[in-house]
């Protein structure tokens, strides 16, 4: 088990970046796959960004390449997502997830036991 805390998330105008940072208490490389997952209101968890288990590959939901990156830092076990030109839509409670996801499922929020409280994003007009 692995004990996940994000941060990072506040109120920002449409256009602006935000950078949300997720501590795990434990270093997850080769052991977990370190995804970012969204929820809007009355929405599905939304698959937003991971790391493969090895940390050697990244992927992203299609809708989202180009604006959101992720990146991570093993010396303090902490992963980020740097999200750029925020739109409205993109408002959500965004949550770190560790699993042991086989890569096709790796999009699939099902495929994650450990999860964070999440930190809410919220991007206005």
């Known amino acids: 088990q692995v004990q996940l805390v994000e941060s990072g998330g506040g109120l920002v105008q449409a256009g602006g970046s935000l950078r949300l940072s997720c501590a795990a208490s434990?270093?997850?490389?080769?052991?977990?796959?370190m995804a970012w997952f969204r929820q809007a209101p009355g929405k599905e968890r939304e698959f937003v960004a991971a790391f493969s288990r090895t940390g050697g590959y990244k992927y992203y939901a299609d809708s989202l390449k180009g604006r959101f990156s992720i990146s991570r830092e093993s010396a303090s076990n902490t992963m980020y997502l740097q999200m750029d030109n925020l739109a409205t839509e993109d408002t959500a409670v965004y949550y770190c997830a560790a699993g042991t996801p086989i890569q096709s499922a790796i999009r699939d929020y099902r495929m994650y036991s450990n999860w964070g409280k999440g930190t809410l994003v919220t991007v206005s007009l």
């Open positions: 434990t270093r997850s490389s080769n052991t977990y796959a």
